[in-house]
Nanobody, 120 residues
Framework: QVQLVESGGGLVQPGGSLKLSCAAS????????MAWYRQAPGKERELVAS???????NYADSVKGRFTISRDNAKNTVYVEMSSLKPEDTAVYYC??????????????WGQGTLVTVSS
């Protein structure tokens, strides 16, 4: 069974930094795009950043210059380093990955979510 496991959420003060990790495990041939989404209370889930297997990145305008997405293909892991955090960054952050399996259909998976709270 393929799954995504996230870690790294928590409480941080405004202006602080936090790093989230998400590891894919199971029967994996290749991991294509990986991404981070977030959902704040009362709002829809939105894309934060994405990264292809080749390293091409894309960021939401609201996090450009503050967040950095990266990945370790050998570990099937994606990271997001968040700095200069603002209260409006408070949300549940979800990892997303498109998983290619050798003998089964592609999977589009979500992590369980990790809460990031930016507050003094």
């Amino acid at each position: 069974q393929v799954q995504l496991v996230e870690s790294g959420g928590g409480l941080v003060q405004p202006g602080g930094s936090l790093k989230l990790s998400c590891a894919a495990s199971g029967s994996i041939f290749r991991v294509d795009v990986m991404a981070w989404y977030r959902q704040a209370p009362g709002k829809e889930r939105e894309l934060v950043a994405s990264i292809t297997s080749g390293g091409t990145t894309n960021y939401a305008d609201s996090v450009k210059g503050r967040f950095t997405i990266s990945r370790d293909n050998a570990k099937n892991t994606v990271y997001v380093e968040m700095s200069s955090l603002k209260p409006e960054d408070t949300a549940v952050y979800y990892c997303y990955a498109k998983i290619v399996q050798r003998f089964s259909r592609d999977l589009r998976l979500w992590g369980q979510g990790t809460l990031v709270t930016v507050s003094s």
